[in-house]
């Protein structure tokens, strides 16, 4: 392609910019200007949003979620965009006209739905949607888009670090530092090179988990899950049958599955009791997925380590079993894997560009 060609190529994508500009000039008393890397897509979004002003519930009940910001920083955001943002606190404050709603953790149903009948798009600021009822949202000819695959290196990492504090017992040896312990005091340490690492679930999460077992050179990669990945065997992993077989053959077992109907429990009990005695259980995906009384069972039995960044409730209720596990068969993070601060970034980020691309319509990332 000559000099030329290429410069009229680039005049004919840049036009739609300049016509769009122009246009929306006339109309809106502050027009928009193109960001950095901002899509015609999105442009048209945020002309939409301006010229009608969409109001945009940004939904904050209960403790589920890190919100996309404060709600000063959120509101100047949003506004920027053209959306007419209101941080809402409990469901009986949605405004009966709100036409877009953002969630982080906060559950979407029928109920909520009802508090807003011209919404026609739930934003979820998260990947996971267990906590969207999909057929109310359809129902109701509301569209659900979220953020896929946003932590998918965050959480991955977080998984490797679980397992890492647990084969070389930091907790421990913190503890004998501040105690003054030295030399023969310290626990023992156990090498990850010599586990075989058992993965279910090989999605995005499962997949990057691989790679970084892989990289150190792990014994072993045993992996479950109903799609397989031709990248995971790539990487040296052998997908087996069933679940038992993952249990039987694995010292170090990571949960990825997204919670559905065929994952909810799915960690049974008797599952549980395959572990070997010194093997560790890194759950990673939700609490549901595992039996959380059994596991608080095993544990308190000393018959294997788990660590836990997610729960059947969150917060982890003061009554759960699992408070009562002795600190070295248990690691416990708040479900802090998606918060990293690139991960956090990127999803608000995605957010905004969902509703922009959908009052485009052009709508992105779908669920439904």
Known sequence: MTSVERQVGHSAIAAPHRRLQQIMATLLPRPCVAEAGQSITQLEGESIARLSAVKTVLLKVGQRGVPLGSPEEMAKLFTAKGLDPIVVEDISEIPADAEVIVTTGTPINADVLAKAPKAKLIAVAFTGIDHIDLSACKAHGAKVVHVPGYSTDATAELAVGLVISHLRRLRHCHQNIKDGVWGLGTPKQEDLRSKTVGIIGLGKIGIRLAELFHAFKVKGLVGYSLNQDPEFSALGGVY???????????????????????????????????MRPDGVLVNISRGEVVDEV???????QRRFRAALDVFSNE????????RQVPDEQLLMTPHIGYQSEGSLAVRLEVTIKNILAYLAGHAINKVV
């Open 315 to 322: 917060p982890l209720p003061a009554e759960s079993p699992l």
């Open 240 to 274: 087996v049958d069933s679940l038992a077989s993952v249990f039987l053959d694995s010292d170090i077992i990571c949960v990825c599955v997204p919670l559905t109907d065929l994952s909810k429990g799915m960690v049974s009990e008797k599952l549980l009791e395959l």
């Open 294 to 300: 059994a596991l608080a069972k095993l544990l308190a």
